[in-house]
């Protein structure tokens, strides 16, 4: 029913689950996740579990303590029911709660409207958008991996080259043992495991004055474009649709944006 209400923790996912079964979700919605971002969107997690813990000073049931981890993790319908159905209602009555702790905080830190104007109509269309997918041509990736591949083998023969000797590049520890100590570049910091600092902006100062870590910066940038990108994008193709399905996050980011997972557009 339209005049009905809902309250639920992440809704999109929800929206989902019964468009999956020919279920529309038309009512009035409640989503607590939004309601915990638009009240502190520089919070780092807004999962059901971590506002528990926050707000009601409850630790829930994690889905690991019933499912197991890894590769022997089971899926919810694998699960008996004297550990899914206390799991299930943990998480209905979880949410009940943390929506009646937010619902005056919206109105007492004058962000309703924003929630009500800004986040909630975002859940429907951001729904359809994953659903819809987009469209990506596996050939041009793939070529473009190639191309990726091509400079990144370029690029290191350079690198072994400056370094005189040949090591795994995407090692730091490996690079920092070359760069401050076979090398002898001045300005090497070493962490608590021991190893060298190596991260971007190490290299950015020393890219000034040496060649090799400029050509390092290079490398990361073209690997991270075509481990990223490139590869992944073309493993993410749905075979029913064609199309990759990402997810997009309205609470990823504290600036507003949205973020992308599975995969990272």
Do not use: C
Request: charged share 25%; no cysteine.
């Amino acid at each position: 029913s339209s005049k009905a209400k809902i309250v639920g923790q992440n809704l999109k996912y929800d929206r989902h689950v019964l468009r999956n079964h020919g279920i529309e979700l038309n009512a009035i919605a409640f989503d607590t996740m939004l309601e915990s971002y638009v009240l502190n969107s520089v919070a780092t997690r807004h999962n059901m579990d971590a506002l528990a813990l926050k707000y009601l000073d409850l630790a829930t049931i994690k889905y690991e303590d019933i499912a197991g981890k890894g590769v022997k993790q089971l899926t919810f319908n694998q699960i008996d029911l004297e550990l899914a159905g206390p799991y299930a209602a943990e998480d209905a009555d979880i949410t009940l709660r943390l929506w009646q702790h937010f619902k005056p905080q919206l109105h007492r830190a004058e962000v309703t409207r924003v929630y009500e104007t800004l986040e909630r109509p975002l859940v429907p269309v951001l729904a359809s958008m994953e659903r819809s997918g987009i469209k990506v041509d596996r050939d041009t990736l793939s070529r473009m991996s190639n191309t990726f591949a091509q400079k990144m083998a370029g690029l290191e023969a350079e690198i072994h080259e400056m370094a005189g000797r040949r090591f795994n590049v995407g090692s730091p520890k490996q690079l920092g043992e070359i760069l401050f100590d076979e090398m002898g570049i001045e300005g090497g910091k070493r962490g608590k495991t021991g190893a060298y600092a190596t991260g971007a902006d190490v290299l950015e100062d020393l890219a000034t004055e040496h060649e090799l870590p400029a050509r390092v910066l290079d490398w990361r940038q073209l690997s991270k474009l075509k481990s990223t990108y490139t590869d992944a994008l073309q493993d993410h193709i749905n075979p029913d649709t064609g199309r990759v399905h990402t997810s997009y996050s309205i609470a990823g980011a504290s600036t507003g944006r949205l973020a992308s997972t599975d995969p990272n557009l």
